[in-house]
């Protein structure tokens, strides 16, 4: 069966870093985008960052741009997430996704998630 676990979440200072990472299993991980995403308290889920199925193409949001960096491993089937100077606003609980490369429209599958907390 599908599925997408994220680990890495926890703790951590104003202008550290922290490393997640999503486990994928069930699905043919190197047909499909991956991306995170994240849900800060009291907001909207918003896209951090994406990565295409092969050529590891990548994209960011304007507001990591810089501080993130997506990676993925298609022999290992996982998708990670490096952060670096984060930022109180970066609070959230981080979610890994994947999207069939060939249809278009909303995400075929999502993890649990995980928790960041970005707090002095």
């Known amino acids: 069966q599908v599925q997408l676990v994220e680990s890495g979440g926890g703790l951590v200072q104003p202008g550290g870093s922290l490393r997640l990472s999503c486990a994928a299993s069930g699905f043919t991980f190197s047909n499909y985008a991956m991306s995170w995403h994240r849900q800060g308290p009291g907001k909207e889920r918003e896209l951090v960052a994406t990565i295409t199925p092969t050529a590891g193409i990548t994209n960011y949001g304007n507001s990591v741009k810089g501080r993130f960096t997506i990676s993925r491993d298609n022999a290992k089937n996982t998708v990670d997430l490096q952060m670096n100077s984060l930022k109180p606003e970066d609070t959230a609980v981080y979610y890994c996704?994947?999207?069939?490369?060939?249809?278009?429209?909303?995400?075929?599958?999502w993890g649990q998630g995980t928790q960041v907390t970005v707090s002095s």
């Open positions: 996704a994947a999207r069939n490369r060939y249809y278009s429209g909303a995400y075929n599958y």
